[in-house]
């Protein structure tokens, strides 16, 4: 049987989404392991002023294509943008191109979606649903099409706790629920969205269950694979370790943890912290789309891309690793820290609390009472506003336990040869978990915030005049307590003798018996 790339070689595949985080690694994979892939048709809008070719050609300039870009520089040549507005009637495809896709493509990725936690119901809808909807028209008339595979999330049954690799009946007929928001204004769907959603946490997880069943509907017509990946992280292997170029999901929180702004989160330590490599998502998603089409099953398989069954981590460990996760950014600090790298995880709603107002809200309100008497704008308020809201969307995820059977991943191995098990790995057993989460902060140092690496002392003398900032701080907090609370009164005073002696007793004791031993 033909091995993956050979079976890609001189196959034309569509994309979509391929500017956006997933869809990257997935046109640098392709054109890096399948060489002989004859065209890659990608669907992009024009955006923030720059055309459709100048974003395609900026991203393959970015560092995560050095390695193809190395093997072969002429890599570009095969990378076809066309231009496409998915919220658009007909996906806004010119009728010349349309012709072009219709007739020449093999194989479709769907990858584009919002995946905004809080983006109107309607907006959603228009991009997750509809959007799909209109692609599955098209591929239908495609001539040469042999596998559609599509994207969706491991959590868009969130509201069940044991998750098989099934596509669920829909909360709401998507038809339905389409014709009915059709005539409704924006303030009539935001007020019966949290109705419709129901046990849901979000408009993104609820409209991925809807595009579930609406590529269930063409199951019969199409060979169809889903992919339901859970929370994806920085790449574990390749094209190296660590890449990542957002602050989606854990990213973002790491981020904040390592400038030292966020201090305290709530998560469950024995929930698993179900998060996925990129390059792990991507190596599946190429292999499924090999076999949806070389073995057609019978109907839509779909694939729970999840760690937790296989080679669990709980968000407990992240604790120890945040430890770990800070360790790692004391060693290697990001540059212009707020504080120094101290975050807890609980899962107690009031110590949590505690912490918000205490680590948070004081020393932000302290920041922007020194900055407004420096004649500054005051900022950071602003900032910890944002970050909140930002983790309130997010605990939903760290809070809970899901599990996933993952039959099909296995199933998948299965068939793959020695050879594209090396090349297209996704046997995650292997996956070292403090490695790969020390791999993923300095990823988000090097490639989100774009830091050099070389500029770390600097960064290290930083966080080390912020530890004299603190003791400084304290000593002055001390003082302040003793002159306001305790010189005034002689009860505290004697209370504050009384535990200083006893402490000095504890002292003298232990010194005086470890004397005795020694
Ligand atoms: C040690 C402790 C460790 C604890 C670890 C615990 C980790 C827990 C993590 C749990 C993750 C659970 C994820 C669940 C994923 C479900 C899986 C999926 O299917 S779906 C996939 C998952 N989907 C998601 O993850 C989506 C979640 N995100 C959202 O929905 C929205 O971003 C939002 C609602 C949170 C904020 O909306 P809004 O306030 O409107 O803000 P905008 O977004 O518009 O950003 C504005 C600007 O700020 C920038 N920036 C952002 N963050 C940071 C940062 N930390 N710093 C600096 N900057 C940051 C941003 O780049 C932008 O810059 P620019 O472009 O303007 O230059
Ligand atoms: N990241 C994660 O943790 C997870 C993601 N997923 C799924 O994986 C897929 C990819 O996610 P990810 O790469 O992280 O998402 P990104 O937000 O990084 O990328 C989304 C892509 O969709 C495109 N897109 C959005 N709106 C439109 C539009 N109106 N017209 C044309 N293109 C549009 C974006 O293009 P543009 O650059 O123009 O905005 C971008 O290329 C999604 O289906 C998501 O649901 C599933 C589980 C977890």
Same mark, same amino acid.
């Given at each position: 049987?033909?091995?993956?790339?050979?079976?890609?070689?001189?196959?034309?595949v569509?994309?979509t989404g391929?500017?956006?985080?997933?869809?990257?690694v997935l046109?640098?994979?392709?054109?890096?392991?399948?060489p002989g892939?004859?065209a890659?048709y990608?669907?992009?809008?024009?955006?923030?002023?720059?055309?459709?070719q100048?974003?395609?050609?900026?991203m393959?300039?970015?560092k995560?294509f050095?390695?193809?870009?190395?093997e072969?520089?002429?890599?570009?040549?095969?990378v076809?943008?066309?231009?496409?507005?998915?919220?658009?009637p007909g996906?806004a495809?010119?009728?010349?191109?349309?012709?072009?896709l219709v007739a020449?493509?093999?194989?479709?990725?769907h990858?584009a979606?919002t995946i905004r936690?809080d983006?109107?119901?309607?907006h959603a809808?228009q991009?997750?649903?509809?959007?799909?909807?209109?692609? *599955?028209?098209?591929?239908?008339?495609m001539h $040469? =099409?042999?596998?559609f595979?599509?994207?969706? @999330? #491991?959590y868009?049954?969130?509201?069940?706790?044991?998750?098989?690799e099934?596509?669920?009946?829909p909360?709401v007929?998507p038809?339905?629920?389409?014709?009915?928001?059709e005539?409704?204004?924006?303030?009539m769907?935001r007020?019966?969205t949290?109705?419709?959603i129901?046990?849901?946490?979000?408009?993104?997880t609820?409209?991925k269950a809807?595009?579930?069943c609406v590529v269930q509907q063409?199951s019969?017509?199409?060979?169809?694979?889903?992919?339901?990946p859970s929370?994806?992280?920085?790449?574990?292997?390749?094209?190296?370790p660590?890449?990542?170029?957002n602050f989606?999901?854990?990213?973002?929180?790491?981020?904040a943890?390592?400038?030292?702004i966020?201090?305290?989160?709530?998560?469950?330590?024995?929930?698993?912290?179900? *998060?996925i490599p990129v390059?792990v998502v991507? $190596? =599946?998603?190429?292999?499924?789309?090999?076999? @949806? #089409?070389?073995?057609?099953?019978k109907t839509?398989l779909?694939?729970n891309?999840?760690?937790?069954?296989i080679n669990p981590?709980h968000?407990g460990?992240i604790?120890?690793?945040?430890?770990?996760?800070?360790?790692t950014?004391k060693?290697?600090?990001?540059?212009?820290?707020?504080?120094?790298?101290?975050a807890?995880i609980?899962?107690?709603?009031l110590?949590?609390q505690y912490?918000?107002?205490?680590?948070?809200?004081f020393p932000?309100?302290l920041?922007d009472l020194y900055?407004?008497?420096s004649?500054?704008k005051?900022h950071m308020?602003?900032?910890?506003?944002?970050?909140?809201?930002?983790?309130?969307l997010?605990?939903?995820?760290?809070?809970?336990?899901?599990?996933?059977?993952?039959?099909?991943?296995?199933?998948?191995?299965?068939?793959?040869?020695?050879?594209?098990?090396?090349?297209?790995n996704?046997d995650?057993?292997?996956?070292?978990?403090?490695?790969?989460?020390e791999?993923y902060?300095i990823?988000t140092?090097k490639?989100?915030?774009?830091?050099?690496?070389?500029?770390?002392?600097?960064a290290?003398?930083?966080?080390?005049?912020?530890?004299?900032?603190?003791y400084?701080?304290?000593?002055l907090?001390l003082?302040?307590?003793?002159?306001v609370?305790i010189?005034?009164?002689?009860?505290?005073?004697?209370?504050?003798?009384?535990?200083?002696?006893?402490?000095?007793k504890f002292?003298s004791y232990f010194?005086?018996?470890s004397?005795?031993?020694?």
């Amino acid at each position: 049987m033909a091995s993956i790339a050979d079976y890609y070689a001189g196959k034309s595949v569509l994309i979509t989404g391929a500017t956006g985080f997933m869809g990257k690694v997935l046109v640098e994979k392709l054109l890096r392991c399948c060489p002989g892939v004859s065209a890659l048709y990608v669907l992009v809008r024009p955006k923030a002023g720059q055309s459709m070719q100048q974003r395609v050609s900026d991203m393959m300039k970015c560092k995560l294509f050095d390695r193809v870009r190395e093997e072969d520089p002429d890599f570009h040549k095969k990378v076809v943008p066309i231009s496409s507005e998915l919220t658009q009637p007909g996906l806004a495809i010119s009728p010349q191109d349309e012709s072009k896709l219709v007739a020449c493509v093999n194989i479709v990725f769907h990858c584009a979606a919002t995946i905004r936690f809080d983006e109107p119901l309607k907006h959603a809808l228009q991009l997750n649903v509809i959007a799909t909807q209109q692609l *599955l028209s098209l591929a239908k008339q495609m001539h $040469n =099409l042999e596998a559609f595979v599509h994207i969706s @999330t #491991a959590y868009a049954n969130c509201n069940r706790r044991h998750i098989d690799e099934v596509i669920y009946p829909p909360p709401v007929e998507p038809k339905k629920l389409i014709d009915s928001l059709e005539w409704m204004d924006d303030g009539m769907v935001r007020d019966i969205t949290p109705r419709l959603i129901g046990e849901r946490p979000n408009t993104y997880t609820y409209t991925k269950a809807l595009a579930e069943c609406v590529v269930q509907q063409e199951s019969d017509k199409l060979n169809i694979a889903i992919i339901r990946p859970s929370i994806v992280g920085a790449s574990w292997q390749e094209p190296f370790p660590g890449w990542i170029d957002n602050f989606n999901g854990p990213s973002g929180v790491f981020i904040a943890a390592g400038k030292g702004i966020l201090r305290t989160m709530r998560a469950n330590n024995d929930a698993v912290a179900d *998060l996925i490599p990129v390059d792990v998502v991507i $190596n =599946l998603t190429l292999a499924a789309g090999w076999y @949806t #089409a070389v073995h057609r099953p019978k109907t839509a398989l779909v694939y729970n891309c999840t760690t937790g069954g296989i080679n669990p981590f709980h968000w407990g460990e992240i604790g120890e690793c945040g430890y770990h996760v800070m360790s790692t950014f004391k060693r290697n600090p990001l540059e212009q820290a707020f504080r120094r790298p101290n975050a807890n995880i609980t899962s107690n709603y009031l110590i949590n609390q505690y912490w918000i107002l205490v680590s948070h809200k004081f020393p932000a309100l302290l920041y922007d009472l020194y900055l407004r008497l420096s004649g500054q704008k005051p900022h950071m308020m602003r900032i910890f506003n944002r970050l909140h809201k930002a983790i309130s969307l997010l605990e939903y995820f760290s809070s809970q336990d899901w599990e996933w059977n993952s039959d099909n991943m296995s199933m998948l191995m299965g068939h793959l040869s020695p050879e594209d098990r090396k090349t297209f790995n996704f046997d995650v057993r292997q996956l070292n978990w403090p490695e790969y989460i020390e791999n993923y902060c300095i990823g988000t140092k090097k490639y989100v915030l774009n830091e050099d690496m070389s500029d770390i002392p600097a960064a290290r003398q930083h966080l080390r005049k912020l530890r004299n900032i603190r003791y400084t701080f304290n000593t002055l907090l001390l003082v302040f307590i003793w002159r306001v609370f305790i010189a005034r009164s002689q009860m505290a005073r004697n209370i504050w003798y009384f535990v200083v002696s006893l402490c000095f007793k504890f002292l003298s004791y232990f010194r005086a018996s470890s004397t005795l031993t020694n």
